[in-house]
């Protein structure tokens, strides 16, 4: 298995009161899945998708990834994970408004000092001719439309080569005509290696995904709908 | 394209607020260079219009005297014998000290007792031009004198020897004419006449000779034991002796102007950095999810605060360059509005200073961003982008 999560705890508030989000989730993505995480709303699957990919530590529980335990590592080489191994794409595209298509999928690249190298910026044209948008390189988010901003914003994920790609309800911002080529280009993603892990409360985007994991009340349900 | 291009593109974005930053941290930087150049300059020229009130250093020969008073009654110094100073040697030593740019007149002194109208008068020899330089507070009526035969006369002594502009008198032999009266100045100019120097030590039949030095030396550029020392050197056969209430009250006002003007650069500088301080946090408060994707990319928390640190080291660059060229420029228009102009030269561009002012100010708008980029740093990505 790529990632196992076992019995993760996680609550939101203080000392006052304690709101428990995951009461113990576990589940298993195998590499190069295609898995859909989907549930209600309050049912914990944003939660389980930011824990899954260390944007948030949880409480309890176990996460190994590739035959590293997660939560036992420093933030710095989560960091590190994030930057190399892990794509991110969230509800609204987060695309930085004063940088142009191409310079927000190469974003990823500009912790460092030192600049852009060719091969980065070839990358770049690649990635955004893979998601449709060859051409607009040089466009502000602001003159694309928001199926483009989002494609950017895969693009921007793609960038680095990641083994695993986390989206939060990618087509949760877009009408359905637009949804459905995201989830067209996620399963291109996907067909292309990548593994995805994707969260979104619309049962036809869901049946698009290879695998759908059902989580309730913070637990994950098994195909028969007892907690597993 | 790196790291930097993040905090460069946000600052073209938005070029009003940049704007608005460089211009009030430029100011602060015009404002502290040009209160720092005027402030030196400043404290010089008071010193030097001070200095036309009244010598600082007197230099008379070395004798060995007894002050005599019996009963209540004042005799004055008794000389065993009565020495004089070489004029040109003397005048020459003095000229040649060490710190010579920091003497700002020499006015030597022959005294002469007198019989003028039948009555005892002192007459003092000097040089008029250095005279008037140490005493720009003397007004007459008539003229100062121009020529080696005239004489200006105190107000008391006018009064006393029922002298008047334009008379004749005779000074040991020698005819000369009042050209002035000196108005009362309530010191002891009133009671004596002032000739020529030349002219009385040739009356006296001592060329060359003086009792008394008269020196003014501006101590804001160094302490005046230094030229005290200097000049004890230059004249072993004279004593050296410093009017310390005097330099003490000069120094004491040239002190004041520079205290006050770091005073006021350190409230500008403050004021700007907490104007930084507060576009950055405003930064931060607006670009919370910009932090968090770059967090959720990977970037790790010291990169956030180097984005943000970057941003306000950025406009310290910019308003260091443009405050220095600023106060440059600022600090000679001030010259002339507060008519310093003469006085102060054109404040000069300084390489070495341009150094230090983009170097320092960027670190100052680095301090004065640091809460807002630590606020940043710890931006946890969930916080700011996952809607849990």
Known sequence: MLITATDIVKSYGNDAGQSPALRGASLAIAEGEFACIVGRSGSGKSTLLAVLSTLLRPDAGSIVYRGAELTRLPGRDLDRLRSSEFGMVFQMHHLLPYLTAEENVLLPFMRGFSGITAEQRARAREVLTQVGLSGKEERLPGQLSGGEQQRVAIARALSPAPRVLFADEPTGSLDKATGRGIMGLLQAVNARGVTVVMVTHDPEYAAMAGRRITIDDGRVLTPDGRAA | ?388
């Open chain 2, 1 to 388: 394209m790196g790291i930097l291009t993040i905090p460069l593109r946000n600052l073209r974005r938005k070029p009003l607020r940049t704007a608005v930053m460089v211009l009030v941290f430029a100011a602060g930087v015009a404002a502290v260079t040009a209160l720092a150049h005027l402030s030196s300059r400043v404290g010089e020229s008071l010193e030097a219009k001070m200095t036309a009130f009244g010598a600082n250093i007197l230099v008379t020969p070395k004798r060995e005297s007894l002050h005599v008073s019996y009963g209540g009654m004042q005799l004055g110094d008794v000389s065993y014998d009565v020495k004089y100073l070489d004029q040109t040697a003397s005048l020459a030593a003095v000229r040649g000290i060490h710190h010579k740019d920091r003497i700002a007149a020499v006015a030597p002194k022959f005294v002469l007792l007198a019989r003028v109208n039948g009555t005892a008068v002192g007459v003092i020899g000097v040089d008029f031009p250095q005279e008037r330089l140490i005493k720009s507070y003397w007004g007459a009526e008539g003229r100062m004198p121009d020529a080696p035969d005239e004489i200006l006369a105190g107000a008391s002594a006018a009064a006393a020897l029922g002298l008047s502009p334009g008379q004749r008198l005779d000074v040991e032999g020698r005819a000369f004419t009042v050209s002035g009266v000196l108005f009362p100045t309530g010191g002891d100019d009133d009671n004596v006449l002032f000739a020529d120097l030349s002219a009385l030590q040739a009356a006296a039949g001592k060329p060359g000779a003086v009792h008394f030095i008269e020196v003014s030396a501006l101590c804001a550029g160094c302490p005046i034991e230094d030229i005290t020392d200097q000049l004890e050197r230059a004249l072993p056969g004279a004593r050296i002796t410093a009017m310390q209430q005097v330099v003490k009250q000069r120094m004491m006002t040239v002190h004041f102007v520079q205290t006050l003007a770091v005073s006021v650069s350190v409230v500008i500088l403050l004021t700007a950095c907490v104007m930084i301080g507060l576009s950055v946090f405003s930064a931060v408060n607006e670009r919370i999810h910009e932090i968090g994707l770059l967090r959720a990319l990977g970037f790790s928390k010291g990169r956030v605060f180097a984005v943000f640190s970057l941003e306000a080291v950025c406009v310290g660059l910019l308003a260091g360059a443009v405050g220095y060229a600023g106060g440059v420029l600022a600090s000679g228009r001030l010259a002339g509005l507060l008519d310093l102009g003469s006085q102060i030269p054109a404040a000069a561009f300084d390489p070495l200073h341009l150094l230090l002012a983009l170097c320092g100010v960027p670190a100052l708008a680095a301090l004065a961003a640091l809460p807002p980029a630590l606020k940043a740093a710890r931006v946890e990505p969930s916080q700011a982008l996952v809607m849990l």
